[in-house]
């Protein structure tokens, strides 16, 4: 149990265009989500929070109106990378709360051209 | 501030050899630790976390996890490596409850040299 999964693990986008990134827990209900970013060979940093029905809670220095999120079931959060650009090029991995416990996402590659 | 620092960048560690992976964390009251490990393409897995009670902590893969207060310190242990143990590791702490949102170290590479 406790399963989440991400869609797409890999896009290939144009500078300019906007991209959705799907985390969903496949087998149990989860409130709060969170939101990572991970560039390579560093470790992951903490983007967003996101809480269903709600507005999502950003962290110092990320652009809410870039990144945005969406949590409107307790299976499903969004993350929409609008207006994409060559530095938003890095592995988005979210994680879905559960009794204490956070599960992780296998992660999605974003490459903006 | 908070903060979760693990000291090696990279470790390499001749295979069935003991392993011992660092983790340290800045706060003023206990946290809550975790240890995850990342292999190549993968998501993160849980290997052990600490919440409370028993300091020397059991985890999947063989992986043991000892809390010490006095040292602010979350160190990762295996009595013997294997090849297949190759990969990221990454301590993390929530600060205020343990569904909050984690604080990730920087990360470990781990190699396993025959």
């Known amino acids: 149990g406790a399963v989440v999964s991400q869609h797409p693990s890999w896009v290939i986008c144009k500078s300019g265009t906007s991209v959705k990134i799907e985390c969903r827990s496949l087998d149990f209900q989860a409130t709060t989500m969170f939101w990572y970013r991970q560039f390579p060979k560093q470790s992951l940093m903490l983007m967003a929070t996101s809480n269903e029905g709600s507005k999502a809670t950003y962290e110092q220095g990320v652009e809410k109106d870039k990144f945005l999120i969406n949590h409107a079931s307790l299976t499903l959060s969004t993350l929409t990378v609008t207006s994409a650009h060559p530095e938003d090029s890095s592995f988005y991995i979210c994680s879905a709360h559960r009794e204490g416990e956070q599960f992780f996402g296998p992660g999605t590659r974003l490459t903006v051209l | 501030a908070q903060s979760v620092t693990q000291p090696d960048i990279h470790i390499t560690v001749s295979e069935g050899a003991s392993l011992e992976l660092r983790c340290n964390y800045s706060y003023g009251a206990t946290p809550y630790l975790f240890w995850y490990v990342q292999s190549p393409g993968q998501g993160l897995q849980l290997l052990l976390k600490?919440?409370?009670?028993?300091?020397l902590v059991q985890g999947i893969k063989g992986f043991e996890a000892e809390f010490k207060r006095s040292q602010s310190s979350f160190n990762l242990r295996k009595p013997s490596v294997h090849w297949s143990d190759a990969a990221e590791y990454f301590c993390?702490?929530?600060?205020?409850?343990?569904?909050?949102?984690?604080?990730f170290g920087k990360g470990t590479t781990l190699s396993v040299s025959s």
């Open positions: 600490y919440f409370s009670g028993d300091t």
């Open positions: 993390a702490v929530a600060f205020n409850q343990a569904g909050t949102a984690l604080i």
